[in-house]
């Protein structure tokens, strides 16, 4: 019996593609990653050291719905690429980082950008716009051992049918081993974390009822409908 004195929460995971589910112990997500981004955010594009926030294990959410949240009405989409490792460390080479990692995912880093433009003016965090229920939507893991390693390829959005987010995994200001080996200098890494990798131009607002279907080439897509 254990001395758990209240029930234990379940553990976050993301199904795989090939079968199992992948336990999920922390979130990391960088902003700014493509230089098409950064410029539409109003930044400067050129190469300054990446910058990180979390979302919540249980943010994650594999159902192909999103429920519009509340207390906001412009909620944007960012197509992301997710990667999840199966190991982890401090201090971790770029040459070595790659090593690390299980397999591929996409999903959406999905925002509250009105909530997260005021914190952004007063200088406050991020969560309250990006970590809360279901604001990470994603397909199933596909394993390095299928899929290999990807360093290129398209990466788009479409909205009901309509391309809105363009671009391609070459275009990554911080590739994969390079953010892997950044992170592991100011967080000691671990099998079950998760790296959003950031997005491509053309962000924008969704309302209930859009179909947004994601693609990354060798990958297949996902479909997430806002409820
Ligand atoms: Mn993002």
Redesign the pocket.
């Known amino acids: 019996m254990s001395d758990y004195v209240i029930p234990v929460p379940a553990v976050a995971t993301i199904p795989v593609a090939s079968g199992g589910s992948f336990p999920v112990r922390r979130v990391y ?3 700014r990653n493509y230089a098409a981004h950064a410029i539409e955010m109003g930044h400067d594009p050129d190469r300054e050291a990446p910058f990180f926030f979390q979302k919540n294990p249980n943010n994650l959410d594999a159902s192909g719905q999103f429920p519009y949240p509340p207390h906001t009405s412009d909620v944007h989409h ?1 197509a ?1 690429l997710t990667v999840v490792l199966k190991s982890g460390g401090t201090n971790i080479p770029v040459e070595k980082a790659l090593d690390h990692v299980y397999g591929y995912a996409l999903s959406l ?1 999905m ?1 509250r950008r009105d909530l997260q433009g005021e914190m952004k003016k007063a200088g406050r965090p991020w969560e309250i716009g990006k970590a809360f229920e279901r604001s990470a939507p994603i397909g199933p893991i596909h394993t390095v051992s299928e899929v290999g390693h990807l360093g290129s390829g398209a990466i788009t959005l479409k909205v009901n049918g309509d391309l809105r987010q363009e671009g391609d995994l070459n275009q990554l200001i911080w590739k994969t081993p390079e953010m892997i080996s950044y992170l592991s200098e100011y967080f000691e890494l671990a099998a079950g974390d998760v790296i ?1 990798t ?2 491509p131009s053309g962000v924008g607002p969704v309302v209930k009822g859009d179909v947004m279907e994601m693609e990354v080439a060798g990958l297949g897509s996902l479909t997430v409908t806002v409820i």
Do not use: S
């Open positions: 997500c960088i902003g960012e992301e880093d925002t959003m950031g997005t």
